[in-house]
């Protein structure tokens, strides 16, 4: 399926996560779940249960931060399981430090700028065994 604005995936009824833990929904909006370290403090996307700075095994989920600045993006026109091309990707850098690879929805009138404020949200990106996937991407606000 495609994620491009003019071209959104058929999508059926029964509504899957991608992973569970990743998201979660609030209030506010789609948070992702990060895993915080609680002996050097680093903060790391997605969880392992384990600290890939320090090996510590102490280590607390968090919720992170719903918006950051895009880093750097691209075009893919290489076809994936899962995305028709071309579509868009990029890493999107949270004040918690840390670069989140993702895919990226267009917004007419708002071109990928390096730098420009980026919003998560946790969308229906495709279908697959007769189930619509939910998985999360950013979108310049
Ligand atoms: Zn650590």
Redesign the pocket.
Known sequence: MTINKDEEPQLTNEIVPLREGLFRETPQGAVLLGMR?R????VHFPSTGL?L????EDVEECELSREGELFCETTVHMKTSHFNPPYRVGYVKLPEGLKIFAPLRAVEGKPFTVGMKMRVEVAPLWSEDGRDVTAYRFYPC
Do not use: F, K, M
């Not at 700075?53 to 510590?56: F, S, V, W």
């Open positions: 370290c002996a050097c403090g680093q600290c700075n320090c090996l510590a």
